[in-house]
């Protein structure tokens, strides 16, 4: 399992955290996010106001700095050898990236793709503007307001070009079944 990285991909609340630090924990491997390194920045520099502007602290500015900071840890954990579970909204552009990095330390990718029902994505949303159940920096109440299916399905639901294996995951209504087919799944792929 040392050379498997698995990818958790998919647009913003379709279950890549949740499901992505489980199967961290079964599998007995590291699991970093670009939320998770996004929130210590939040609280040591500052949350920004808006998602697109020239400011230093734009939402868009701090993504691409998360996901600089999120390459920088896999290649350590490719430096070492190690497995891990890497949770980001990557797009198309990232993958000239990951292609270096399989260039310079080959590893097996697999792409776990998250998606969730429209409806359901929209409730998803909705929920995380009104509870305030996420670090502010996250201005989801700016991704409530802007919210446009059509775009995250664009944007977000095609697998990176680097290879490796694809497994589709729904998580609308994702039981305990689901996560162990999941789980099962990757098992085989990586023994």
Do not use: W
């Not at 497995?83 to 097996?108: G, N, V, W, Y």
């Not at 497994?167 to 079944?177: I, R």
């Amino acid at each position: 399992m040392q050379n498997t990285i698995l990818f958790m991909q998919g647009g913003p609340a379709t279950g890549k955290t949740t499901i992505g630090q489980r199967l961290a924990r079964s599998l007995k491997i590291p699991y970093f996010s670009k939320d998770g390194v996004k929130e210590p920045i939040f609280d040591d520099v500052g949350c920004p106001v808006a998602l697109e502007t020239d400011e230093p602290l734009s939402g868009r500015k701090m993504d691409n700095a998360a996901i600089t900071i999120l390459f920088y840890l896999l290649e350590m954990q490719l430096q070492a050898g190690c497995a891990c579970i890497i949770d980001s909204t990557f797009e198309a552009r990232h993958a000239s990236k990951l292609q270096t990095l399989m260039s310079q330390f080959p590893f097996t990718p697999i792409q776990i793709l998250c998606r969730t029902e429209g409806s359901e994505l929209a409730k998803r949303y909705q929920r995380r503007a009104e509870t305030n159940e996420r670090h502010p920096g996250h201005l989801d109440q700016v991704l409530l307001d802007t919210f446009d299916m059509e775009k995250l399905e664009l944007t977000f639901q095609q697998p990176l070009d680097i290879g490796g294996r694809v497994l589709s995951v729904d998580s609308t209504d994702f039981k305990e079944d689901d996560y162990q087919k999941l789980l099962h799944s990757i098992e085989q792929l990586i023994n």
